[in-house]
Each structure stands twice: as structure tokens, then as C-alpha cells.
């Protein structure tokens, strides 16, 4: 990636993104501590969490399936009408 690809991607200068992430970083950190949240909490919900949609077997899979088949059916024709409304207003 040229230095432009790469100032598009991140959304500005290297050093500029990198800056305010750490500001970012800092920021969030003080309030996850005031708030006493640990890290490590965070990362054992979230282990606890896939240990229980594993749990669950085979059926949560085939309910999602279901919620994305069922929104699909009103999702996809609404997209494709406002697609073409707005191809004809251009």
C-alpha cells in the first residue's frame, strides 16, 4: 500500500491514528478501572460465553439460520426497491 492507501485505510497519518488510539486507550482504561472491571474478566466472559453457545449444540446454529433466512425475505426485496428508486432518481 502507498502512504495514501495507507493514511485512507487508517483515517489519517500513521502517528496521528496511533496517538489518538493510545488516547483512547487511556481514557477507556480509566473508566473500566473506576468501574472495577478487569481485564481478565472480560476475557473469561467471553471464553464462558463461546463455552456456552457450545453447549447449546447444533440447534442455536439452525435457530440463527433461521432468524437471518427470516429477515432475509423483507431485508433483501426493501434493499433492492430502494436500490431502484434511487437508480431512477439519478
Not at 502512504?3 to 485505510?9: A, I
Not at 464462558?48 to 442455536?60: C, E, K, N, T, V
Request: hydrophobic share 60%; with cysteine.
Amino acid at each position: 500500500m502507498a502512504n495514501g492507501g495507507m493514511e485512507r485505510f487508517l483515517g489519517g497519518s500513521p502517528g496521528r491514528v496511533a496517538l489518538q488510539l493510545l488516547v483512547l486507550c487511556i481514557v477507556v482504561g480509566m473508566i473500566l478501572s473506576a468501574l472495577n472491571i478487569d481485564p481478565r474478566n472480560i476475557v473469561h466472559w467471553i471464553v464462558g460465553l463461546i463455552h456456552r453457545i457450545a453447549a447449546m449444540g447444533f440447534g442455536a446454529v439452525e435457530e440463527f439460520g433461521r432468524y437471518i433466512l427470516l429477515g432475509a425475505v423483507v431485508v433483501i426485496p426493501v434493499w433492492i426497491i430502494i436500490r431502484l428508486l434511487n437508480i431512477g432518481r439519478r
